[in-house]
């Protein structure tokens, strides 16, 4: 997926796609970054890692033009989310991510909400990168409460 990027980038270039290129070369410096100062191998997981974290902001930032009603600065966010979700593994459906649940609660066998960070540390890396870990978490409490 590394690879895939740095070719994508080559041809946004001789496409001239400013949008993908500038998407493409942030994803690329902030794994730079992330190599500098964590001493972080450039791989395919610090790929999704950096990718995971600029869609995540890019949504909050959705969340705060909606409030300002700013849809030109929504529709060119949620094009920059398009091109970076192209860079993550196959996400998955909310059915899988609850049937993944339902199979930890059944190994851990859970008694309250303390037991949370037992069952988010078996389910994340399972599915880190591949589902977004804000609606793992509120699953699980979901699933906790009605214990």
Do not use: C, W
């Amino acid at each position: 997926m590394v690879e895939k990027l740095d070719k994508d980038m080559v041809e946004a270039m001789k496409n001239k796609e400013k949008e993908r290129l500038m998407v493409i070369r942030e994803v690329k410096a902030a794994m730079k970054q992330a190599h500098i100062d964590h001493k972080k191998e450039m791989n395919e997981e610090l790929l999704i890692e950096v990718v995971t974290r600029a869609i995540k902001t890019r949504k909050e930032s959705i969340k705060e033009f909606e409030k300002g009603a700013r849809q030109d600065l929504i529709d060119k966010t949620s094009a920059e989310i398009e091109i970076l979700n192209v860079y993550l593994p196959e996400q998955l459906s909310e059915e899988e991510i609850k049937k993944i649940i339902e199979d930890t609660f059944e190994k851990v066998q859970p008694t309250s909400q303390k037991d949370m960070g037992k069952i988010m540390g078996i389910i994340t890396p399972m599915v880190k990168g591949k589902i977004d870990m804000g609606l793992v978490s509120s699953l699980i409490k979901e699933k906790l409460s009605n214990l």
